[in-house]
């Protein structure tokens, strides 16, 4: 099996965790995309759906699934993610859309935050092969990134080639990629980092995750929060 087939089973898994006639949540990347193409074949489900990506959002209604305003929403039986890592004990990193921030506005909406992968994104701990991603009001880069070395990290402003300046999220904000080795406590990295003023969100997520299914050749197994 590939690694595409691997994300096609765990989609297909996916399907298990909806209930009919439910607002849930999708976010970015391949895997959801397969789960919309599961959900539009299951003509019962009837669902709903809020989404922090774009890309996410115009494939839903390209495939005939109503997407919510985020805004309009306060709570959402299940949400489904995909991620660059995840540990054991479901803390993960969401580090290459830079979306992060929409990400765990509706991972906490949710109550169940459920990761989507294959065997390739699982470790015993997060290694942080990926850096931490911070998306940052502006005027606080400089000192952002100060702090961000005064904790051991280092900051990088996201670019990128399409473009002159920082990448620019959709809240109007820049995005620092902090590289981190060695992290003795990844929990409190995270509160370091949201502390920070000018932090709007990072991309370790360390509280929400409350599943995770992975998938290799053998079929799925599911790592739940207690
Ligand atoms: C980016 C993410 C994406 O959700 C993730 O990369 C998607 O992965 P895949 O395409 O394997 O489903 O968290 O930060």
Redo the contacts with the bound molecule.
């Keep these: 099996m590939n690694s595409d087939d691997l ?1 096609k089973e765990c989609a297909k898994e996916a399907l298990k965790y909806i209930k009919t006639d439910s607002i849930i949540g999708l ?6 995309s397969h789960l919309i193409g599961y959900i539009k074949e299951d003509k019962n489900l009837k669902v709903k759906v809020v989404t922090p990506s774009f890309k996410t959002k115009m494939l839903c209604i390209d495939n005939g699934l109503e997407v919510l305003h985020n805004c309009s929403v306060d709570k959402v039986s299940v949400a489904f ?4 890592e995840v540990d054991e004990n479901l803390n993960a990193l ?4 830079g979306i ?1 921030t929409k ?1 765990k506005l509706i991972a906490s909406m949710s109550e169940d935050y459920i990761l ?3 065997k390739a ?1 699982f470790s015993k701990i997060l290694t942080f092969k990926h850096p931490v991603v911070l998306e940052v009001i502006p005027d606080s880069l400089k000192y952002v990134e100060r702090k961000v070395k005064e904790l051991g990290g280092l900051p990088t402003l996201r670019t990128s080639n399409a473009k002159d300046g920082g990448t620019i999220t959709e809240g109007g904000n820049l995005l620092i990629d902090a590289a981190f080795s060695d992290v003795k406590n990844i929990g409190e990295l995270e509160n370091n980092l949201k502390n920070i003023s000018g932090v709007v969100d990072t ?1 370790l997520f360390t509280k929400v995750v409350t599943k995770v299914l992975i998938t290799d050749e053998e079929g799925t197994r599911v790592i739940s929060k207690n």
Excluded: F
Excluded at 27 to 32: L, N
Excluded at 81 to 84: E, K, L, N, W
Excluded at 94 to 97: L, N, T, V
């Design positions: 994300k976010g970015g990347g391949s895997t959801i993610d995909g991620c660059d969401k580090s290459g859309g992060h990400e989507l992968v294959d994104k991309s």
